[in-house]
């Protein structure tokens, strides 16, 4: 018997998502119904093909879409994008107009469709432009669908775009990833038609799956703490007893409050047309796990912004709260994104597929060489791009990659790639099957190599997994600088390969020859042992690996010269941009943690000192009260002793973070300096002290929700 519910689910999901779209998305069967045969066609050889969009249709489509959503009930549209604060802007319109005769009509057109100017002045422009120069355009990204917000009882059609400044500039997030698509598609294509593989491809396209971690807690506790509500995460917490030692959680039964909050997520993420897949618990207490089937890169990039934001909206309408931050609890692990990356022709073939016969993997293994040498290259600027207040908590500590960036091979293709090097084509060797011994269960089917999870950048069979992006960040940043690296890698084994080919070589000789001296020049980037152990740091040192551990050890990368140069000759970002960005990251880091230094001091003096006074005053009572009646007790003078020690130190440190907020710095790259070696060092020595303190003081004083309540209390 098929089961019902089970049955009408994926029916429900099926029709929902109808041709891979959700009903709330300007797409599929939504578009087909609404435009004129030819007005279609030009369409989709926009979407399909990104030729450039006749701007004769452009009138009938704004029309169509405005019908549809005011069907599905908008009263209202806005230009949605990507500004650089790393969230996302939205500025509503009405469709309401007067017409000649004083008439209210409802009115989109083409012309509001394709631009639109919102005052660019309050978003982050890296200097690119002082705040009373404010103009800025929004332009429409056809491949992205336009879709629908519900909020509350109110909905919006959002209409994805890019946003540039008035002098051009790309001040947003999806301009340099389509660039980057674009970049990587022309090498790309040099590469097929090189080994013959081009026909019926008119272009190739990134394909990205984002695995999103996040922690659930209760919403009221979470209401109690400053640094959740202020800085998405707890600045301050003694740990709780029970951590994840018992791995008891990691794929555990997911518990019942959760339930029912992901099958709300994941039925609003199918209106909107994201194809969430997989749910599950996380290693760490109160955390999960969401991903989605892979996408194109913008139309994925674009999917991930949503999906942190129905994740953490939907939350609070089951009385939840979803952090994402890089880094929410001390001692346990922290969130990131599995950013699946690989390459793809438009006609669907994955280019990082392994073929099993080692001659005619000569393709899959330019591309694997490319992506090799990008990373012992550029490891500096790949780190860059990961850069984040949150992601200096994270990488490095329990079970987060370190700030090193290194590939994993695997046994297979690292054999390969080996024999490579010593200019010899080898196969693959097939997957093979495993009998568990017992008669009844069926054999399993053996991959050819084994996952290695401690890895940050790992090659998993038929794609590479970028596992150092932080929960928070918008996948936009880091997907355009890997593309833009391997774009480079991709151009200089091509060229190198018809330099060789020139003298009548034949193709496989060139690729034997330029590969095996890739990966002679650059094996020192592959890594397949445990990147968690402290001797890998010191063995990656060794290697002349970059080893930059914190924001503003990293971010400095990006002001070289060759490196702003790369960008701009593969038209990803001009040296402007590329400043700009760097200003921006430097200057949100700088802000990130001068809110988390104020939040911090602001919890210490009302409510840790307090608390601590409180005790002081109650363990010196207790004290001469016990000595008056003739009784010594040593062990309440020795905590009174500690308790007042932890006191002064705490002010002192408190005292620290107070002076290092008011340095300024002669440049936003010297603030940030600062920042990590002042303001983070002290902030740690004041919160060492605060977590001490909570260990000690009466549970019924101590004025906050702890780590056991957040992370056990909803259990
Ligand atoms: P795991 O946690 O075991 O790595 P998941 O199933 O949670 O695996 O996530 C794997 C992700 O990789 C999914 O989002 C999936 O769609 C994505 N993925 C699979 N193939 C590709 C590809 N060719 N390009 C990009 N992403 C891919
Ligand atoms: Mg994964």
């Known amino acids: 018997m098929p089961d019902a519910h089970a049955d009408s689910w994926i029916r429900d999901a099926a029709s929902q998502f109808g041709d891979r779209y959700g009903i709330l998305t300007f797409a599929g069967e939504n578009v087909r119904r609404r435009l004129s045969p030819s007005a279609l066609e030009r369409l989709e050889r926009t979407t399909t093909r990104r030729e450039p969009l006749d701007p ?17 009930g908008c009263t209202h549209y806005c230009h949605w994008f990507q500004p650089l604060t790393g969230s996302t802007a939205e500025k509503h319109d009405s469709f309401l107009s007067i017409d000649s005769n004083g008439q209210p009509i409802t009115e989109f057109s083409g012309n509001q469709l394709i631009q639109a100017e919102p005052d660019a002045s309050s978003f982050p422009s890296g200097g690119i432009r002082d705040t009373w120069e404010a103009r800025g355009y929004t332009a429409w990204d056809p491949t992205s669908p336009a879709f629908i917000v519900r909020n509350g009882g109110e909905r919006t059609l959002c209409i994805p775009t890019c946003f540039v400044s008035w002098t051009g500039e790309s001040l947003d997030q999806k301009t340099p990833l389509l660039r980057s698509d674009e970049a990587i598609s022309k090498q790309a294509m040099r590469v097929l038609r090189l080994f013959g593989n081009s026909d019926g491809v008119d272009h190739v396209t990134t394909t990205l799956g984002i695995e999103q971690e996040y922690f659930l807690i209760d919403e009221d506790l979470a209401a109690m703490r400053a640094d959740i509500i202020l800085c998405g995460r707890t600045i301050m917490g003694a740990d709780s007893p029970k951590g994840h030692q018992l791995d008891d959680h990691y794929f555990g039964a997911i518990p019942r409050d959760v339930q029912a909050y992901m099958a709300d997520v994941e039925a609003r993420l199918f209106e909107l047309g994201i194809p969430a897949k997989t749910r599950h618990n996380e290693v760490a207490p109160r955390q999960f796990e969401l991903a989605p089937l892979f996408e194109r890169s913008n139309l994925a990039s674009d999917h991930q912004m949503l999906t942190m ?213 650059h094996h020192r980037v592959i890594f397949n042992g445990d990147n968690y152990n402290t001797e890998w740091h010191e063995e990656a040192a060794r290697r002349g690996l970059p080893i930059l551990r914190g924001t503003a050890d990293a971010l400095p990368a990006l002001r070289n010269d060759s490196v702003r140069e790369m960008f701009n000759t593969y038209g990803v970002m001009s040296p402007t941009e590329v400043d700009a960005r760097v200003d921006v990251l430097f200057e949100t880091y700088v802000h990130t943690m001068g809110i988390e230094a104020r939040t911090m001091l602001q919890m210490a003096e009302t409510m840790v000192l307090p608390a601590a006074t409180r005790y002081q005053t109650d363990l010196a009572t207790a004290i001469s009260t016990t000595e008056a009646a003739g009784v010594n007790c040593p062990a309440s003078g020795g905590r009174l002793h500690d308790l007042v020690e932890h006191v002064t130190e705490l002010e002192a440190a408190l005292t620290e973070i107070r002076t290092t907020l008011e340095y300024t710095g002669e440049s936003c790259d010297a603030h940030a300096r600062a920042v990590q070696d002042r303001l983070v060092p002290a902030m740690d020595n004041a919160r060492a002290h605060c977590d001490a303190i909570e260990s000690t003081v009466p549970a019924d004083l101590w004025p906050m929700p702890t780590y056991t309540d957040l992370l056990f209390g909803g259990e």
Not at 56 to 72: F, G, L, Q, S
Not at 452 to 457: I, V, Y
């Open 309 to 521: 934001s129905v994740l953490q909206k939907v939350a609070r309408l089951h009385g939840l709260r979803c952090l994402i931050h890089e880094k929410p609890f001390k001692g346990i692990n922290g969130t990131g994104k599995h950013n699946n990356w690989a390459i793809s022709t438009d006609t669907g073939h994955n280019l990082l597929s392994p073929g099993k016969a080692g001659q005619s993997n000569l393709q899959f293994l330019t591309f694997v060489c490319a992506v090799v040498r990008a990373l012992d290259l550029h490891a500096d600027i790949l780190r860059a791009s990961v850069a984040n207040a949150g992601n200096d908590h994270r990488l490095g500590a329990n079970e987060a990659p370190p700030a090193i960036l290194s590939i994993y091979t695997g046994e297979e293709l690292g054999r390969v790639l080996e024999n490579l090097a010593t200019g010899e084509t080898s196969d693959f060797r097939a997957d093979s099957s495993m009998d568990l011994g017992t008669a009844a269960v069926p054999k399993l089917q053996r991959h050819s190599g084994d996952r290695n999870r401690t890895s940050p950048f790992a090659f998993i069979g038929n794609r590479f997994e970028f596992r150092a992006v932080g929960g928070t960040a918008s996948v936009a940043w880091p997907n355009a600088v890997l593309n833009t690296i391997i774009t480079e890698s991709i151009d200089w084994i091509v060229t190198e390969m018809e330099k060789h080919i020139d003298g009548n070589g034949s193709v496989e000789a060139a690729a034997i020859d330029i590969l095996g001296g890739v990966m002679r020049d």
């Open 56 to 72: 004769r249709i452009a009138d009938e489509i704004a029309t169509a879409m405005k019908d549809w959503a005011i069907e599905n």
